[in-house]
């Protein structure tokens, strides 16, 4: 803009805000991408986190009725009532959680339904508790409401280090609102055991902490490992916790924009209050697909699991055979997320370089851990083709032994 810079124009916080580093990876990606897509040759994406299956035909069979239904205007803010008793069947089928329509709020997405709640929740100033490793978001949506996000360290087993929780929330002098608990993990694929769930919740009712429950990996989990939904453990938790789940990695659905959560009536009622100013309702033909996915056939999340687990099993059996790669075996989602900084040499000296040369040299995409808090991991998302991962895995094995 002529004569004038952007820090008098614009708002401190936006200024500050992070663009999404999954999302800039990608585009980068992209670009490389197309430049060697025309020497024959091609960018092995593990970097940004969605399936790569198609959303199941009976889905969209539900939206493409929708349109000729002409279930295309606004609707409730927070759902229309037939995917609000969608979300509540799942709760209780699921979780084993019992929820009305009125404890329920459908949005664009977890992410913006987890912003809302940020937003309802936190006053400037107030404390958010992340537990690292963190997805990208909750850092930068807690900035948006003028909160500070209080990070928690994890353990060599990368899950929440409870001692060091306690300290940050002994230290911190102003209100802490709320803490975010993700299991299965974003980025570290961890899940969470009963009695690791239970401690968390423990400090947070005594300290009267409430807890977003993000759920939107539960149903990708491996091996022996059991989905612990925080809100089922007591009356008093369930009061407290408010439970975010999706369509979008269950069913493969992305890009259609469907989150929901679970909590106390009296929190969705002010809610839906940000939910009626700002997005106004999340696009209705997505939401009659969303009752499909939630009330259909279900047998295309078991395919996908299991198509998960193998892959990540021959994922993580790779990364091992590599000298110098740490990797703990993930149960959950679909990532793994390697400690990488044995590597931290010849110009290398952080996450952000070991990504940068792998994607330059190596041409294959990930996700350094500066982007989830800790810089001496990466992320991998496996959620790719197994030919796919088969190269990307014979090529970082070659960039690492070249280091
Ligand atoms: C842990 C976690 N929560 C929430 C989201 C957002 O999901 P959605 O695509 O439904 O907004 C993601 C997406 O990557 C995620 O990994």
Not at 243 to 257: D, L, P, Q
Not at 268 to 290: E, T
Not at 312 to 328: F, Q, S, T, W
Not at 360 to 387: C, N, T
Request: glycine share 8%; hydrophobic share 35%; proline share 4%.
């Amino acid at each position: 803009m002529r004569g004038r810079d952007m820090e008098d124009i614009l708002s401190k916080k936006v200024l500050r805000l992070e663009e999404s580093p999954t999302f800039a990876l990608d585009s980068r990606a992209n670009d490389i991408d197309a430049e060697l897509k025309k020497q024959g040759d091609f960018v092995v994406r593990f970097g940004i986190g969605q399936p790569d299956f198609n959303t199941p035909d009976n889905i969209k069979e539900a939206a493409k009725q929708a349109i000729d239904d002409n279930k295309t205007r606004y609707t409730p803010a927070t759902g229309v009532k037939e995917l609000k008793q969608a979300i509540v069947n799942k709760f209780k089928r699921d979780n084993g959680l019992e929820y009305g329509t009125e404890n329920i709020l459908a949005g664009i997405g977890a992410k913006q339904v987890l912003d809302t709640i940020i937003r309802a929740f936190v006053n400037p100033g107030d404390g958010v508790l992340v537990l690292k490793p963190y997805w990208v978001s909750y850092t930068q949506q807690v900035l948006l409401s003028d909160g500070i996000p209080l990070e928690v360290d994890f353990k060599d087993n990368l899950k929440p280090d409870t001692g060091h929780l306690k300290k940050v929330i002994s230290d911190f002098k102003n209100p802490i609102k709320l803490i975010i608990v993700n299991s299965p993990n974003n980025p570290a694929g961890t899940v969470y055991a009963e009695e690791e769930m239970g401690e968390i919740a423990k400090i947070c009712l005594e300290n009267g902490i409430h807890i977003i429950a993000d759920e939107v990996y539960e149903k990708f989990i491996y091996d022996s490992a059991r989905h612990y939904s925080i809100a089922g453990f007591s009356s008093d938790l369930k009061d407290i916790t408010i439970t975010v789940n999706a369509v979008s990695k269950t069913y493969a659905m992305t890009g259609w924009r469907v989150g929901y959560c679970a909590a106390h009536k009296d929190i969705i009622v002010h809610m839906s209050k940000i939910q009626g100013q700002s997005p106004s309702n999340p696009c209705s033909i997505a939401q009659w697909a969303s009752v499909e996915a939630l009330e259909g056939s279900q047998k295309s999340v078991g395919i996908m699991r299991k198509e998960y687990e193998m892959r990540r099993d021959y994922a993580y059996e790779r990364l091992c055979r590599i000298d110098g790669m740490k990797c703990v075996l993930p149960r959950g989602a679909f990532y793994l997320f390697p400690d990488v900084s044995g590597f931290y040499r010849g110009g290398i000296r952080n996450s952000n370089d070991f990504s940068e040369r792998l994607l330059e040299q190596a041409k294959v995409a990930v996700v350094p851990g500066s982007a989830f808090g800790d810089d001496r991991y990466i992320r991998i998302s496996y959620a790719a083709a197994i030919d796919k991962i088969e190269e990307g895995m014979d090529r970082i094995e070659k960039f690492c032994k070249a280091i």
